[in-house]
T-cell receptor, first 113, second 112 residues
């Protein structure tokens, strides 16, 4: 399976600021997804990152708060905008090569103070 | 949206014991996947199942795709300390480019 490099691995940010998380895959993938995970909890899908077009967001997530880019088949970014302490979480990107199997980056642990 | 009911929520077992966990859904799934997540890491795929009734092994791990296509189980035999972690089931209700649905996870603790 492909390898996903995600950075930063962790960050502590001031409220009101924005953080951009990068996700780089070592091979082309058809699908990329962004998830949020509270510590010890399950994964919640934020959006599907579409190459060359706007991301598809899940209920409760909006583009203004979580803008996503995917300029090519191996790279995507997620920005957490105007952060508040409620945005403190683990953010994970995931890639898929056309079948259901999905692989994940190591995650970004975000703390907003 | 779709939901997966995963149980048990947590388990404490002795090293060497066998473990079983399962996921159920009210909807039919075309694919079942099992992941393990270690602290500070992303989930790692353990086993993927694509056909109803399919039974697949990966070392000491065995998983099955239920005949009704609404459930799956994961067994771990002869547990060892490195089995500690959170295990997630995940499924896809339709074939194609749809996101996975995840269960809430089973936290496994192994007592040496």
């Amino acid at each position: 399976s492909a390898v996903i490099s995600q950075k930063p691995s962790r960050d502590i940010c001031q409220r009101g600021t924005s953080l951009t998380i990068q996700c780089q895959v070592d091979s082309q993938v058809t699908m990329m997804f962004w998830y949020r995970q509270q510590p010890g909890q399950s994964l919640t899908l934020i959006a599907t990152a579409n190459q060359g077009s706007e991301a598809t967001y899940e209920s409760g997530f909006v583009i203004d708060k979580f803008p996503i880019s995917r300029p090519n088949l191996t790279f995507s970014t997620l920005t957490v905008s105007n952060m508040s302490p409620e945005d403190s979480s683990i953010y994970l990107c995931s890639g898929r090569t056309g079948i259901a199997e999905a692989f994940f980056g190591q995650g970004t642990r975000l703390t907003v103070v | 949206g779709q939901q997966l009911n995963q149980s048990p929520q947590s388990m404490f077992i002795q090293e060497g014991e066998d473990v079983s966990m399962n996921c159920t859904s009210s909807s039919i799934f075309n694919t079942w996947l099992w992941y393990k997540q270690d602290p500070g890491e992303g989930p790692v795929l353990l086993i993927a199942l694509y056909k109803a009734g399919e039974l697949t092994s990966n070392g000491r791990l065995t998983a099955q795709f239920g005949i009704t296509r609404k459930d799956s189980f994961l067994n771990i035999s002869a547990s060892i300390p490195s089995d500690v972690g959170i295990y997630f089931c995940a499924g896809q209700t339709v074939s194609g480019n749809t996101p996975l649905v995840f269960g809430k996870g089973t936290r496994l603790s192994v007592i040496a």
